[in-house]
Protein backbone atom coordinates (compact mmCIF):
# COMPACT_ATOMS: atom_id res chain seq x y z
CA UNK A 1 0.00 0.00 0.00
CA UNK A 2 1.03 3.80 -0.39
CA UNK A 3 1.57 6.04 2.23
CA UNK A 4 2.29 9.58 2.58
CA UNK A 5 4.29 10.97 5.66
CA UNK A 6 3.42 14.48 6.03
CA UNK A 7 5.58 16.79 8.64
CA UNK A 8 7.01 20.37 8.50
CA UNK A 9 10.75 21.78 8.77
CA UNK A 10 11.75 25.33 9.99
CA UNK A 11 14.07 25.90 6.94
CA UNK A 12 14.40 24.91 3.36
CA UNK A 13 18.51 23.17 4.66
CA UNK A 14 16.74 20.76 7.05
CA UNK A 15 13.89 19.50 4.56
CA UNK A 16 16.36 19.39 2.04
CA UNK A 17 18.78 17.43 3.65
CA UNK A 18 16.86 14.74 5.22
CA UNK A 19 15.01 14.39 2.11
CA UNK A 20 18.51 13.09 0.25
CA UNK A 21 18.98 10.95 2.93
CA UNK A 22 15.82 9.19 2.58
CA UNK A 23 15.71 8.66 -0.90
CA UNK A 24 18.72 7.66 -1.22
CA UNK A 25 18.34 4.90 1.53
CA UNK A 26 15.18 4.21 -0.41
CA UNK A 27 12.73 4.55 2.36
CA UNK A 28 10.79 6.97 0.64
CA UNK A 29 10.52 7.12 -3.47
CA UNK A 30 9.74 10.74 -3.59
CA UNK A 31 9.49 13.90 -0.84
CA UNK A 32 7.45 16.92 -2.13
CA UNK A 33 8.04 20.24 -0.01
CA UNK A 34 7.48 23.55 -0.29
CA UNK A 35 6.97 26.96 1.78
CA UNK A 36 4.02 27.61 4.02
CA UNK A 37 2.45 29.68 6.19
CA UNK A 38 1.63 28.33 9.84
CA UNK A 39 -0.25 29.80 12.74
CA UNK A 40 -0.15 27.54 15.72
CA UNK A 41 0.01 26.87 19.89
CA UNK A 42 3.40 26.71 21.34
CA UNK A 43 4.21 27.12 24.74
CA UNK A 44 1.02 29.16 25.29
CA UNK A 45 1.54 31.46 22.97
CA UNK A 46 -0.03 31.90 19.04
CA UNK A 47 3.00 31.38 17.02
CA UNK A 48 2.75 32.79 12.79
CA UNK A 49 6.05 31.09 11.02
CA UNK A 50 7.70 30.26 8.13
CA UNK A 51 7.89 26.39 7.56
CA UNK A 52 8.23 23.78 5.11
CA UNK A 53 5.78 21.67 4.32
CA UNK A 54 6.92 17.67 3.48
CA UNK A 55 5.34 15.10 1.73
CA UNK A 56 6.62 11.57 1.87
CA UNK A 57 5.90 9.39 -0.40
CA UNK A 58 6.18 5.56 0.45
CA UNK A 59 5.42 1.99 1.00
CA UNK A 60 3.94 0.29 4.20
CA UNK A 61 7.04 -1.70 4.13
CA UNK A 62 8.87 0.80 4.29
CA UNK A 63 7.46 3.74 6.40
CA UNK A 64 8.12 2.51 9.75
CA UNK A 65 12.25 3.04 9.19
CA UNK A 66 11.25 6.40 7.53
CA UNK A 67 9.28 7.34 10.44
CA UNK A 68 12.03 6.31 12.72
CA UNK A 69 14.55 8.51 10.64
CA UNK A 70 12.18 11.04 10.25
CA UNK A 71 11.61 11.61 13.76
CA UNK A 72 15.70 11.09 15.00
CA UNK A 73 16.75 13.76 12.16
CA UNK A 74 13.89 16.13 12.91
CA UNK A 75 14.88 19.08 14.46
CA UNK A 76 12.06 19.83 16.20
CA UNK A 77 11.17 18.80 19.81
CA UNK A 78 7.90 17.83 19.36
CA UNK A 79 7.93 16.82 14.97
CA UNK A 80 4.52 16.26 13.12
CA UNK A 81 5.03 13.37 11.88
CA UNK A 82 1.22 11.99 10.30
CA UNK A 83 0.48 9.21 8.14
CA UNK A 84 -1.77 8.93 5.16
CA UNK A 85 -2.55 5.63 3.56
CA UNK A 86 -3.30 6.04 -0.56
CA UNK A 87 -6.34 3.96 -0.88
CA UNK A 88 -6.81 4.99 -4.26
CA UNK A 89 -3.49 4.77 -6.37
CA UNK A 90 -2.71 4.47 -10.23
CA UNK A 91 -1.16 1.21 -10.42
CA UNK A 92 1.83 2.65 -12.89
CA UNK A 93 2.60 4.64 -10.15
CA UNK A 94 2.06 2.25 -7.64
CA UNK A 95 4.86 0.36 -9.21
CA UNK A 96 7.30 2.54 -9.49
CA UNK A 97 6.69 4.07 -5.47
CA UNK A 98 7.11 -0.18 -4.98
CA UNK A 99 10.38 -0.09 -7.27
CA UNK A 100 12.08 2.73 -5.87
CA UNK A 101 11.74 1.89 -1.74
CA UNK A 102 13.02 -1.07 0.25
CA UNK A 103 10.62 -3.94 -0.48
CA UNK A 104 9.97 -7.01 1.92
CA UNK A 105 11.48 -10.06 0.00
CA UNK A 106 9.26 -13.04 -0.49
CA UNK A 107 10.25 -15.37 2.47
CA UNK A 108 11.78 -18.48 0.23
CA UNK A 109 10.12 -21.66 1.00
CA UNK A 110 12.24 -25.25 1.75
CA UNK A 111 9.97 -28.06 1.19
CA UNK A 112 12.55 -30.53 0.88
CA UNK A 113 12.83 -32.39 4.37
CA UNK A 114 16.09 -33.63 5.74
CA UNK A 115 15.71 -36.65 7.75
Known amino acids: MGIVIVSTYPDKKSISKVARIVVEKKLAACVNYTEI???????????DATEFLALFKTTSDSKQK??????????????????LKMDSVSLPYMKW???????RKPKKRNNSSKR
Not at 66 to 83: D, F, G, M, N, W
Not at 97 to 103: A, G, I, K, V
Open 66 to 83: LKETIARSHPYKVPEIVE
Open 97 to 103: LEESTLR
Open 37 to 47: NSVYTWKNKIQ
